[in-house]
């Protein structure tokens, strides 16, 4: 289980019917999920909701087999998010990326 927390910047509630959330690595889809269990969002308000987490196994064993075969210095991630509020809006689609971690060895010069 995941539990991603929604925040209403709107004065109006927001009515959500489901999210779809899906987190990679590289390139790598690595865990996804879905929910329509969703209370409306009060304006200027927030709530946690718990979703389901799916592991993509393929995608982790092709992550690790990268790791395996090489010097791997960073790695991206990216988190998107298709909120469905609605019949007469579109989804609003959230996207993150950025550096999730440093895998590279650390070296000291002593002398």
């Known amino acids: 289980m995941v539990t ?3 925040i209403n910047p709107n004065r109006d509630t ?9 987190i990679s690595l590289g390139d790598q889809r690595i865990i996804s999920g879905v929910t329509n269990s969703i209370p ?19 995608g982790g064993i092709l992550l690790v087999n990268r790791f395996l075969q090489g010097n791997v210095p960073s790695m991206e991630y990216t988190f998107t998010a298709k909120v469905d509020v609605g019949k007469m809006m579109p989804p609003v689609i959230v996207k993150e990326k950025g550096r999730l971690f440093s895998l590279e060895k650390e070296q000291h010069d002593f002398f």
Request: aromatic residues 10%; glycine residues 10%.
């Open 4 to 6: 991603l927390q929604v």
């Open 40 to 58: 409306p969002i009060k304006g200027y308000g927030q709530a946690d909701i718990v979703v389901s987490a799916n592991v993509n196994l393929l």
């Open 14 to 22: 927001l009515p959500v019917r489901g999210i779809f959330y899906a």
